[in-house]
């Protein structure tokens, strides 16, 4: 069965500025990443800051461009595509980001917010549009009749809601969610999880969901692929990876992890990044790929 994406041997390099006689070495931030999603599952993507794991979700979607590699989304590769077939392929393929307030035009009415995707793709007329955001709005807990308030007159998961229906406005197939919940209160968090959810099995979406909250990586996804220095250490099965990590990294990365029990002591495993070497990745067991 062919995977919904499939990334392949992805690397972006980021110029460094040199001086007048030397030319400065890129920096790579994303170096030789190859991960598949199936359709309906949500993959995670999870490292320390810095790791590459946002740079690779903006790659996918070509919002920066990599430097090498191929990227395969229902068979099509979207390094291939012209401008126009690339805009037409980004109806399937939608991103929601960290910040909800930055990433909302604090001059558009949320109503505008949401309606800008149709516009922009052409998508129906103007009341059959305004009947869409009306449908969107109730699908993602919104009032309807805030439509036509700003974002600065939204609480932070309210204005998440409004970048969630901005995102679903095409029908994607494909979501990404870039540390999604990260910038919100602990008491919002889990409501914005919840709908999620809710919107995967009510729509079939897809999610490549980035984050560094490894709690609610296990509790969401179904299979996790661990970042560091650009590089993915190891990809498995969420329950297999938090059980039974195998790269040293994903070992310190997890033991992390605070303890809820009363009691329980945090015993951190130290991770000596000196002796981090670039190995691919192999099979350890089925369903289990890890860089040792």
């Known amino acids: 069965m062919t995977p919904l994406l499939d990334v392949r041997h992805l690397v972006k390099d980021f110029p460094r ?25 949500t993959f995670g993507l999870v490292g320390e ?33 012209s401008a126009s077939e690339l ?22 009415r949320v109503g ?6 149709l516009i922009i793709h052409r998508v129906g007329t103007r009341g059959t549009r305004a009947a869409r955001v009306a449908e969107l ?6 009032d309807v009749t805030d439509r036509r308030k700003y974002p600065h007159e939204f609480s932070g998961g309210q204005r998440q809601r409004v970048g969630l229906a901005r995102a679903l406005a095409l029908e994607p197939s494909l979501v990404i969610c870039d540390e999604p919940v990260s910038a919100l209160d602990v008491s919002v968090q889990a409501q914005v999880v919840n709908l999620l959810l809710d919107l995967q099995q009510r ?16 509790q969401i996804c179904d299979r996790v692929g661990v970042m560091y220095r650009g590089r993915i250490v190891e990809i498995a099965p969420a329950a297999r990876l938090f059980d039974t990590p195998a790269h040293p990294y994903t070992q310190a990365l ?8 009363p009691g329980d002591r945090l015993e951190r495993i130290p991770f000596d990044g000196a ?5 691919a990745l192999r099979e350890i067991e089925a369903g289990h790929l890890a860089a040792v």
């Open 17 to 41: 500025r040199g001086s007048w006689f030397h030319r400065g070495q890129p920096t790579r931030a994303v170096d030789d990443v190859s991960f598949s999603i199936e359709t309906g599952e």
């Open 49 to 81: 800051s810095g790791s590459g794991k946002t740079t690779t979700g903006r790659c996918i979607l070509r919002l920066i461009e990599p430097t090498s590699g191929e990227i395969r989304f229902k068979d099509t590769n979207l390094r291939a595509l």
């Open 87 to 108: 805009r037409r392929a980004r109806r399937q393929l939608q991103i929601v980001f960290q910040d909800p307030y930055s990433s909302l035009n604090p001059r558009m």
């Open 112 to 117: 505008a917010i949401v309606e800008e995707p």
């Open 137 to 142: 709005f109730e699908l993602v807990g919104l």
């Open 203 to 218: 729509l079939g979406l897809t999610y490549l969901f980035i984050a560094h909250d490894l709690r609610l990586v296990r």
């Open 254 to 261: 997890l033991s992390a992890i605070p303890r809820m029990a």
């Open 275 to 279: 002796s981090f070497r670039p190995l």
